[in-house]
């Protein structure tokens, strides 16, 4: 009976988190949107444009909604609204989740 | 006057030639293309210049400058504050935002002098300047080195222009962090004089301002004093060539007459291309309460009007702050405006060498790509046919690169093309008949 607990936990505990994770993949298709001009490929960072691969999932979620809301976080951020405006949950969740594999790789 | 009309008809016709061109290529002797980096691994490298023998120096915003040399070994030779691995360093040297180390140039006579040039970000002059963004702030300047022979090392830093303006603190504006807008392109001239470009750091009255170096294209000698033939207003700082720009960090000088042509950034609107005329005004003012325009944040009207939202390219280019304000009597028309769109045109290089068959001769303008407000992006390397008369254009053509990067610095050298790309690294770009 232990063991049907534990199994249930872990099915419930990988569902769930699968369901709030996003999907990298798809991410990945909406980072190459629009993103990556500024970003750089996988999130590198480029120029003037901070480096955001790798960053954690909850760090990416909040701060794309932080935009989406139209709230300043440092002195670009009305470039960041403009383009949070239109994302989705779900394109939010994705974002996060592709840009939380470190595409860019590390350093 | 040139009017944008005449400027889009310009577009549509390229466009229509080069469709055209595509179908014919190979019979109308157009250049094979081939690109080979040379340099990766980069942390945004910027500029790039090279002596006669090939050695290539180059810059990277936030770190200092190395010299690549001919055998290949790569030196790292002044770095800024807070880095590491480089012979010497500059305390005072800093980077922010868009500024940092940008230009450099190899003296004419470096087989004599071993003297080079590097313009950067730099807390070393700005005295009591510098408290707000409406102050004074010397905070970017233009530095003389001179290299040993062993290209392991440089001495003699001399500071050769301190005054140049720099954005010390945030503003209310798209991309309004510290340190934008600094051009910072330096190019030496076929008459052997150091050009230099600045920008107009955020603040509405830098372009026009008289005294102040922001939104100029300075000539100077390699002490820094003017070029005694530049003939800007009077009453104006004799280093300035031209004023009234926004920020330039495109400049070269057609093989053909030796005339300097400009690639600025656009403000949401119109990157431009602009053939210089001694002592003219580019026309750009994003001052408030001007032109018809009411007050704006910071009292910089420069991405005026609804500068928080996207707007249609072409509506843009009709409402905002124009490029090229026909308003001034000595105006520089543009000879391009990237058919009302601002994508970023970073650099610029004529293309010299045979080996380019028909585009020698021709200006390529690299362009990083910025996509913001229903903008297309457009990461690439234009090729532009100039009128002799440097008021408009023939053609303009996408070189076949094969890359898609920011690009941000062209130069010329021994019949190549060379970019560095915001992504790290510097290509070679070859062309054969």
């Known amino acids: 009976m232990k063991h049907i607990y534990i199994a249930l936990f872990l099915s419930f505990f990988f569902v769930s988190n699968k369901a709030i994770s996003g999907d990298p993949e798809a991410g990945k298709a909406r980072y190459a949107q629009n993103c990556g001009n500024c970003h750089g490929p996988g999130g590198m960072g480029l120029a003037s444009y901070p480096r955001i691969s790798g960053k954690e999932v909850p760090y990416l979620t909040e701060r794309l909604k932080t935009y989406r809301a139209g709230t300043k976080v440092g002195p670009n951020s009305d470039l960041m609204i403009m383009m949070a405006k239109p994302l989705t949950d779900l394109e939010i969740e994705n974002l996060a989740a592709y840009l939380a594999s470190d595409p860019a790789g590390k350093k | ?433």
């Open chain 2, 1 to 433: 006057m040139f009017k944008k009309s005449k400027l889009l008809s310009a577009a549509i016709f390229s466009a229509a030639s080069l469709l055209a061109f595509n179908g014919q290529a190979d019979t109308m002797g157009t250049p094979k293309i081939s690109a080979m980096s040379i340099l990766n691994g980069l942390e945004n490298p910027w500029d790039m210049a090279f002596t006669k023998k090939g050695d290539m120096f180059f810059t990277e915003k936030c770190k200092g400058f190395s010299v690549k040399t001919k055998k290949g070994a790569v030196n790292k030779l002044y770095g800024m504050k807070g880095t590491s691995g480089y012979n010497s360093a500059g305390d005072d040297l800093f980077c922010e935002g868009q500024a940092g180390m940008l230009g450099i140039a190899v003296d004419p006579n470096f087989k004599k002098n071993r003297r080079i040039y590097v313009a950067s970000a730099s807390t070393a002059h700005r005295g009591s300047g510098c408290k707000d963004n409406f102050d004074v702030c010397n905070g970017n300047i233009i530095m003389r080195f001179e290299v040993s022979k062993d290209m392991k090392s440089v001495s003699n830093r001399t500071d050769i222009v301190t005054d140049i303006q720099y954005k010390p603190f945030e503003s209310d504006h798209p991309f309004g962090g510290p340190g934008a807008h600094n051009g910072n392109r330096l190019r030496f001239g076929p008459e052997g004089y150091l050009w230099a470009t600045t920008g107009d750091r955020h603040k509405g009255d830098i372009p026009q301002h008289p005294t102040l170096l922001g939104g100029n294209v300075l000539r100077i000698d390699t002490d820094g004093k003017a070029h005694p033939g530049n003939n800007p207003p009077k009453g104006f700082d004799k280093r300035m060539y031209t004023y009234g720009h926004r920020n330039v960090q495109g400049i070269d000088f057609r093989p053909s007459d030796g005339r300097a042509f400009t690639a600025e950034h656009g403000p949401w609107h119109n990157d431009e291309i602009t053939a210089l005329v001694n002592g003219g005004n580019a026309g750009w003012d994003p001052k408030e309460k001007v032109a018809g325009r009411g007050a704006c944040p910071d009292m910089y009207c420069g991405y005026m009007p609804n500068q928080k939202e996207g707007m249609l390219p072409a509506a843009r280019a009709e409402a905002g702050t124009p490029m090229s304000d026909e308003r001034f009597k000595d105006l520089m028309p543009p000879a391009w405006n990237n058919n009302g769109l601002s994508q970023g045109t970073g650099s610029a290089a004529f293309l010299k060498g045979s080996n380019w068959g028909y585009w020698e001769g021709r200006l390529a303008v690299g362009i990083m790509g910025i996509a913001f407000g229903g903008t297309p992006s457009g990461m690439r390397i234009d090729i532009v046919d100039i009128t002799k008369d440097g008021k408009a254009i023939k053609s303009v053509i996408q070189m076949p690169t094969g890359l898609t990067k920011r690009f941000r610095g062209l130069r010329m050298h021994n019949g190549d093309l060379y970019a560095t790309v915001d992504e790290g690294e510097i290509y070679k770009i070859s062309a054969r008949k």
